[in-house]
C-alpha cells in the first residue's frame, strides 16, 4: 500500500531539463522519499492523481503537521497539532485537537485513530477514533485529559497515533423473528462527505424523542 502525504500547496514540482516534471500515481516509484526512510511515506502535489488502494494524508491546514511513523515496522503513523494550537483540555474533560490534514483511507479499510503510550502514561488518552473511508471532513482527535490537572496542547505536539485496519466490506443482512430477511441499506447509500461527530443521530437525541 502506498502512503502519501499530500501538500496543501504543489510544492513537488521539479524542473528536469527545462520541462516540469509532476509526480503522480505513476511515477510514483520516481517521487522523492521524505528525509524519514522510515516514514515510509511520498510527497505528492496536490493536483497529482488518484489511487483508490493507496493512503493519502492531505495537509488542508496551515501548519499541519506530516504524519510519522517512528520506527519501520510501528504500527501506527503519528498525528500532531496544529503548529498554532494552543488549547486547555481542563482537568478530567476532554477536547477535540484539529490536526489540520484531511485523509483518504484505502478501498477494505478504516482509521483507528489510537493513544500513543508516551501520552497515556501522562494521562492523556483518546476517545472516539473511528475514520470511515469517504469521511471528507478534518481529521480530529478526541484528547481526553484523565488527570486533576488542565493540560495545554502546544503546537505541533504528538496528541494520538492512527493505525489502518482492514474491515468488512460484504453484505450485511437482519433476519427477524418471523423469519423475513431484510436487507437495511438506508444507510449505506448515503455519502458521508463532510458528516460526523453525531450526524446520523446520537443517544443524547434518541433519548429526548
Ligand atoms: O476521533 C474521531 C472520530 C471521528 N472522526 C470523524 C471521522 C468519522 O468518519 C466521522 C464520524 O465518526 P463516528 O461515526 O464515530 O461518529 P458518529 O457520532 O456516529 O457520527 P456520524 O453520525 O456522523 O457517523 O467523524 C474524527 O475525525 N475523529
Redesign the pocket.
Known amino acids: 500500500m502506498n502512503v502519501i502525504f499530500r501538500f496543501r500547496k504543489a510544492l513537488n514540482i521539479k524542473k528536469s531539463r527545462g520541462k516540469i516534471q509532476q509526480f503522480n500515481t505513476k511515477n510514483l516509484q520516481k517521487s522523492r522519499i521524505h528525509k524519514n526512510q522510515q516514514a515510509n511515506i511520498m510527497e505528492q502535489s496536490s493536483s497529482s492523481s488518484y489511487s483508490e488502494n493507496a493512503l493519502y494524508f492531505i495537509q488542508v491546514e496551515e501548519g499541519a503537521k506530516q504524519p510519522f511513523k517512528a520506527y519501520a515496522e510501528s504500527a501506527g503513523w503519528d498525528l500532531y497539532s496544529l503548529s498554532s494550537c494552543n488549547e486547555v483540555i481542563p482537568a478530567r474533560q476532554s477536547a477535540?485537537i484539529n490536526t489540520g490534514l484531511k485523509i483518504e483511507v484505502p478501498k477494505g479499510y478504516?482509521?483507528r485513530?489510537a493513544p500513543t503510550s508516551g501520552n497515556a502514561v501522562k494521562g492523556i488518552s483518546?476517545?472516539?477514533?473511528?475514520?470511515?473511508r469517504?469521511?471528507k471532513?478534518?481529521?480530529?482527535?478526541?484528547l481526553v485529559n484523565r488527570t486533576d490537572k488542565d493540560i495545554t496542547i502546544g503546537g505541533g505536539v504528538k496528541i494520538a497515533q492512527i493505525i489502518i485496519e482492514r474491515i468488512f466490506e460484504g453484505s450485511a443482512f437482519f433476519q427477524k423473528l418471523d423469519g423475513n430477511q431484510e436487507i437495511d441499506n438506508q444507510q449505506a447509500d448515503k455519502i458521508?462527505g463532510e458528516?460526523?461527530?453525531?450526524?446520523?443521530?446520537?443517544f443524547a437525541q434518541q433519548n429526548q424523542q
Open positions: 477535540l478504516y482509521g485513530v483518546v476517545d472516539a477514533g473511528v475514520i470511515d469517504g469521511y471532513g478534518l481529521l480530529k482527535v478526541l458521508r458528516n460526523g461527530f453525531g450526524s446520523s443521530g446520537t
